[in-house]
């Protein structure tokens, strides 16, 4: 197999041409997409048609893979693999998960201690118009800051709250979002994240901040909407459109990303609402320190 990187953004990512991730990959071929998966952060593969299995085992050669805490929307035998989308049965129960948020720069579980390290989605079904996934680099974002606003940051720490985004989430409803129950917002406890961060792999300097879970930062008084927008001037720094790749789905493309040195949006549902969009996501462990579980 010879693989073939073909970069789809000035700042980040890269087409992977050459590979067949329906077979298995030798450990040169994977070693070298590992590689690539930490230089570019976000890599594409076209044309593939992964079962569930298949994705699955792929995500495995890259660490532990994590179970999506929504096992309604989970594949029954390969609990792995998460269905996203706008599928529903006939009743109108919802067979897959549909995020309602539109535009909401994230990192995949920010608001855990352990962050997902790398995420995969798979696109089995899109819609004709919409749908789309948006991608910026965090390493950019810091190189991009003015030396005053680099000083300034630095040293900061993040409260990143799911519970927090929930209610905000269903603020606005109706998704698949529902109230949690006690037991469950005890089990996702705040978390401090250091705003500033060293990447464990690449040694490049990124800033790692979600802002949609963000409640509090140190040095910003007031409320959380006070650190909610302080977060957001970074936030639209780091997003600014000539910084943003839109990845316009087609079938079978399959995208996987460094959740620490990216961030990444959906887009919203509106335009599609009439058609079908179904991904399949997993998402597994990868080395990700600088968290700091807040003591119920
Ligand atoms: C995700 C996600 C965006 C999309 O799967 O984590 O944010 O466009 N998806 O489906
Ligand atoms: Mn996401």
Redesign the pocket.
């Known amino acids: 197999m010879t693989l073939e990187f073909i970069p789809i953004h000035k700042d980040f990512g890269a087409e992977v041409r050459g590979a067949d991730l329906t077979l298995e990959l030798s450990e040169e071929a994977f070693s070298e997409i590992y590689a690539a998966y930490f230089r570019y952060g976000l890599l594409l593969f076209r044309g593939e048609r992964l079962t569930p299995a298949q994705q699955a085992a792929f995500t495995a050669r890259f660490g532990e893979p994590k179970i999506a805490p929504r096992k309604q929307f989970n594949v029954p035998d390969q609990q792995e693999i998460s269905v996203?989308g706008n599928l529903r049965a006939e009743d109108g129960t919802p067979l897959a998960f549909l995020?309602r948020q539109g535009v909401e720069w994230?990192s995949?579980t920010a608001g855990n201690e352990d962050p997902d390290g790398i995420?995969f989605?798979h696109a089995i079904e899109v819609p004709r118009a919409g749908?789309?996934?948006m991608f910026c680099s965090m390493v950019a974002a810091w190189e991009m800051l003015s030396d005053e606003r680099k000083a300034d940051i630095a040293g900061r720490k993040v409260l990143h709250s799911f519970n927090h985004h929930n209610d905000k989430v269903l603020r606005i409803g109706p998704g698949t979002a529902r109230p949690l129950t006690p037991e469950e917002r005890a089990k996702y406890p705040d978390i401090w994240h250091d705003l500033v961060q060293v990447h464990p792999v690449t040694g490049r300097t990124l800033y790692f901040a979600s802002h949609n879970l963000v409640k509090a930062v140190t040095g910003v008084e007031g409320d959380p909407d006070a650190a909610e927008s302080w977060i957001m001037e970074l936030i639209d720094h780091a997003t600014r459109p000539e910084r943003v790749y839109v990845h316009a789905w087609s079938p079978g493309d399959l995208l996987m990303w460094d959740n620490r040195a990216m961030m990444?949006?959906?887009?919203d549902v509106g335009p599609y609402e009439e058609d079908r969009r179904i991904?399949y996501?997993s998402s597994c462990r990868s080395v990700f320190t600088g968290a700091e579980r807040v003591a119920d």
């Open positions: 996203l995020n994230h995949d995420t989605l749908g789309e996934t990444h949006s959906a887009t991904m996501r």
